[in-house]
């Protein structure tokens, strides 16, 4: 007896919880996805199956709640608190069953294999040392506030216009030395001095511009007669 | 006897070179800031033969696969070629070699920047005339010369980003109507590529032959300078075509000079070690079937980037044969038309002023309105097209669409010279009208002075 | 005299600068060697800079002095030189041919004397431009060679694939692979079967410059968002998979090569012949053959 109170009690909790997830769900995301995440024609997909890992990962980097229909979800400022967002992860999940939220392990990763990786892989859209950069009609984002979940949701999640990367393309070692390699490059190798951001020739230009052209151009005035003297 | 008695004493016993030293030492420099600037890009190829000098002893200049065995953790394990590596460990195992390195680096970047500035002094002055066209060729050539001697240079290291810009130069040298593929396949030894016997053709060019090029260039250039004297600006009553105003070599000249050598030597010095640039060890090594996002070639190659990008996709054909493909317009007519333009304008615009006069004096900019806006046109065109070709960061930065951008420029780049040139114009015109009305108010107020002197009684009486 | 007392305390600077040079040179443990070293000998040129443009400003004597610029013209030995020149060949009786035959024979010796450069590279051999490593039957593999089978290739993801025993490096070796659902394939009739159940393969240099074609965009939901291409990261090249690798957006003035497509018997990808069109940037005879093994 006192087993069927326990489940029963677990249940309301548990639905209780749900209905929460599912309170937010009616109030942000219910125009696009549709009532129970069955999907809206042209304004968003079915979120049957999707699982935790998807809702956490739009969620937690403000991907998600989109604005408006045909943005590409960007890394925002979060509209909804953290236990909004855990209701709404154990809501989205209740939805049929679907992936995990993941626990890569960048520690075990190699950073000189997750180099190679990243650059095979990724660097043609998120730029050598994840910089960020652009594709056609889309910006592939710089990786510097992705954290290593978020690296390995986006990863086999593909979001957007980014590829999937299935276990089968890119196993959990390969990725735990990719998070390894990315987080690597949050604050690379920049012993030769100020680094311009590590986007390469364009900053450089302008420092020889207006840093050392300026500068020469300041001497050689000071050297030289002016016209109006 | 005093040391310097004694040291020429010993110079032309052995020379009989006394007259032309004497010569040398009074000779007289125009003391505007803005005959410095010639100087500096001197200066600058001096510290990059000092700085290269050193650096070939430590490139290795061979394509041929290695695998990285060294100090730095991310790059251990690849596969690279031996020029890379080579780079890779003089920058991070060799004292002072990240230093010279980069010192390198930034003296090529700012010895451009210095050579643009000086050639903008020049045309816009009109020192370029007569009797100076060909100090000018030799300054155009010496111009595009060191654009290629500076590409060679970061192509050399083989890493990712100029692995990616090699190929792009090989495309656009593909792209030559009837020769193009036979030209790349004689320099590459066939196809990209290409063997390995390429790799020390470039490394031959650019240590050896392009700076005795440049070096044997920049003599004559010097040497004709000196033979005919600086041009000045008309300061004084006493400056015409025939008489020259100047500081001599020395002792006036000579410390102002070495100061400035100093001074551009040790902002590079600074920069290369303050500042980082082109760290490789982050790019990687090149392969044929890898790219980065975001690679970019150094500033002075900007503009060609933006003209490779900016072309719609088209390869012109006729029946099966391709006359021109895509990159040729961008990457090889629009330079082309640039270094045109600059070689021939002394002559263009002999022929439109009829002007075969002598100068040895300059105009300011506003002095010449249609030289000046023509000059600023031809440089917003090339402006324009090197902005064009950061749109995807400016898209990145700011969020204006990058296919926009690109359709807006494809206008724009044509439409603005001719805005900018007419905008400079109207200026050049208004500073010309604004001096004339100052010098009428002096003249007036002269006369008027003079009136007021020379009849007192007259205005007394009435 | 204070510009004379800078001038040797700045000449002090650049010595105190030196020696920290040599001293930060000296001393491993010193952090951040690249920065001081170039701190201290930038500083040392600085310094040294700075004292002379005081000693040239403020301390030698800069008059300003006058002279004449040199004649437009030496006429009298522009005329003593034409007319030695000329003179010297007084004892000539056939100038014309003389100059002629002589400029024949300069002319001759300097053309014999490049020749030798003709042999840096096979200049005539364009038929290298065609040659790729794939024949019929070749398998692909991955980076490290293992052989890819069909069922590795999914939907939304996209590989690199080289040709076996290949040189990676060479053009025609490396193609990018996609699998696209074979109801969105719009293959042209010319490239109809070259597809293995939806697997796509093209050569992955770009054909506008060469460039690795290292992006794929691929869309989550369809309806809202770009629909899938292959994109080149150098000037944006937009090539459609499903339509034979057709110029969607950017410069490239040829859609991207592809290769044809079979599966063996143990489910691995294998070329079915070589590419449609010749690899690589576009040069005046690219369309003038198909490509060979």
């Known amino acids: 007896m006192r087993w069927v109170v326990v489940i029963a009690a677990l249940t309301l909790v548990g639905s209780a919880a749900a209905a929460d997830g599912k309170q937010v769900f009616g109030r942000y995301c219910v125009s696009c996805h549709g009532p129970n995440g069955a999907g809206v024609a042209d304004r968003g997909p079915s979120l049957h199956g999707v699982g935790a890992r998807a809702a956490d990962f739009y969620l937690r980097t403000g991907y998600m709640p989109l604005k408006h229909v045909g943005l590409q979800p960007r890394r925002s400022r979060l509209l909804l608190d953290d236990a909004q967002i855990a209701a709404l992860v154990r809501y989205v999940a209740s939805l ?35 910089e960020g950069g652009y594709v056609t009609n889309a910006v592939p984002p710089a990786l510097g506030d992705a954290t290593p979940t978020q690296i390995a949701e986006a990863v086999r ?3 957007y216009v980014m590829p999937t990367f299935s276990t089968k393309a890119i196993s959990d070692d390969e990725l735990d030395s990719i998070i390894r390699y990315v987080e690597y490059a949050k604050h690379p190798d920049n012993r030769g001095g100020w680094a311009l951001g590590n986007v390469g020739p364009i900053p450089e230009g302008l420092v020889s511009w207006f840093i050392a052209g300026t500068a020469l151009l300041g001497v050689c005035l000071v050297i030289g007669k002016r016209l109006r003297a | 006897m005093s040391i310097t ?126 009797p100076r066209g060909l100090i000018w060729a030799l300054g155009v050539t010496m111009l595009f ?159 060609l980037i933006g003209g490779l990008r900016l072309v719609p996709g088209f390869d012109l054909v006729i029946g099966k044969f391709t006359l021109v493909p895509n990159p040729f317009w961008g990457g090889a007519l629009f330079p082309l038309v640039i270094l045109g333009f600059l070689y021939f304008w002394p002559w263009l615009e002999r022929k439109w002023t009829g002007d075969h006069a002598w100068h040895n004096v300059l105009e300011r900019p506003r002095d010449n309105p249609r030289r000046t806006a023509i000059g600023i046109g031809v440089i917003s065109w090339v402006v324009l097209v090197f902005v064009a070709g950061s749109s995807d960061r400016v898209n990145l930065v700011f969020g204006i669409p990058y296919t926009g951008q690109i359709w807006f420029y494809r206008v724009f780049v044509f439409v603005g010279p001719l805005l900018f040139g007419a905008i400079a114009y109207r200026v050049c015109k208004e500073l010309q009208a604004g001096e004339k009305v100052e010098e009428d108010r002096h003249t007036a107020e002269a006369e008027a002075r003079l009136a007021t002197w020379s009849k007192p009684s007259q205005s007394s009486e009435s | 005299m204070r510009a004379e007392t800078a001038a040797i305390l700045l000449f002090l600077l650049t010595g105190l600068f030196s020696v920290a040079f040599i001293v930060v040179y000296a001393i491993d443990r010193i952090p951040h060697q690249t920065q001081f070293l170039g701190l201290a000998l930038g500083g040392a040129l600085v310094s040294l800079a700075a004292a002379l443009i005081i000693t040239g400003l403020k301390l030698v ?90 069922s590795d290739i999914e939907e939304k993801d996209f590989y690199t694939a080289f040709a076996e025993g290949a040189d990676k490096e060479e053009a025609g070796a490396s193609v990018v692979l996609v699998r696209l659902p074979t109801s ?29 074609i290292s992006m794929y965009r691929v869309p989550t939901f369809a309806p809202d968002e770009p629909k899938p291409a292959l994109v080149c990261p150098c000037h944006y090249s937009t090539f459609d998979p499903a339509s034979g690798g057709t110029v969607q957006f950017g410069p490239a003035g040829r859609p991207l090569p592809m290769l044809p497509l079979q599966i063996d018997g143990k489910g691995h990808l294998r070329a079915k012949g070589n590419f449609n069109e010749a690899v690589g940037p576009s040069w005046w005879g690219v369309r003038n053959r198909k490509p060979t093994p």
Request: hydrophobic share 45%; proline share 6%.
């Open chain 2, 145 to 303: 010369t060191s654009l290629l001697e500076a590409y060679m240079g970061y192509s050399l290291v083989d890493d990712l980003l100029s692995g990616m810009g090699l190929v792009i130069g090989y495309s656009v040298g593909l792209s030559i109507p009837f020769v193009g593929a036979n030209l790349m396949e004689w320099l590459f030894h066939g196809p990209y590529p290409g063997q390995h016997v390429f790799w020390p053709r470039m490394y031959i060019a650019h240590v050896l032959l392009f700076p005795i090029l440049i070096g044997m260039l920049l003599t004559a250039h010097l040497l004709l300078v000196a033979l005919r004297h600086h041009t000045q600006f008309k300061r004084r009553r006493a400056q015409s075509n025939h008489v020259v105003m100047g500081v001599p070599t020395f002792p006036g000249q000579t410390p102002r000079s070495l100061g400035l050598l100093l001074a551009v030597a040790g902002v590079l010095f600074l920069l290369g070690g303050l500042v980082q640039i082109n760290p490789i060890w982050q790019w990687g090594p090149y392969h044929t079937y890898d790219a980065t996002n975001g690679a970019q070639p150094d500033w002075y190659l900007g503009w």
């Open chain 1, 157 to 159: 999640i593909g979001p």
């Open chain 3, 184 to 212: 969105s394939l719009k293959l042209p009739s010319e490239l109809q079967g070259y597809d293995a159940d939806g697997i796509v393969a093209y050569s992955k240099i770009c054909t506008h410059a060469g460039c690795a």
């Open chain 1, 96 to 130: 049929g069953s679907g992936p995990a939220v993941p626990h890569p392990h960048p520690e075990r990763g190699n950073v000189s294999a997750g180099m190679t990786l990243f650059r095979s892989h990724c660097a043609g859209c998120h730029q050598i040392v994840a």
């Open chain 3, 61 to 150: 004597v800069t008059e300003e002095l006058v002279e004449e610029y040199p004649p437009p013209l030496h006429a009298g030995e522009v005329d003593l030189i034409a007319t030695t020149v000329e003179e010297g060949g007084t004892r000539l009786t056939r100038r014309r041919l003389f100059k002629l035959t002589l400029l024949a024979a300069g002319g001759g010796l300097a053309t014999a004397a490049l020749t030798p450069a003709v042999s840096f590279g096979p200049i005539l051999r364009v038929k290298d431009f065609f040659g790729t490593p794939w024949t019929r039957g070749r398998r692909l593999v991955d980076e490290n060679g293992t052989p890819y089978k069909a």
């Open chain 2, 5 to 130: 008695r004694r040291v020429v004493t010993f110079v032309d016993e052995r020379t009989a070179s006394a007259p032309i030293l004497r010569k040398a030492l009074r000779y007289l420099f125009p003391d505007h800031w803005s005959f410095l600037l010639g100087e500096v890009a001197l200066y600058a190829f001096m510290v990059l033969v000092g700085t290269g000098i050193y650096l070939t002893f430590f490139f290795v200049d061979s394509t041929h696969d290695v695998v990285y065995h060294g100090t730095y953790a991310p790059l251990q394990g690849q596969h690279m070629t031996e020029a890379y590596k080579s780079v890779v460990d003089l920058s991070l195992n060799v004292k002072a070699g990240l230093l010279i390195r980069q010192t390198h680096h930034w003296a090529a970047n700012v010895f451009l920047v210095a050579i643009l500035l000086h050639l903008f002094r020049v045309f816009f002055t009109g020192a370029y005339r007569k």
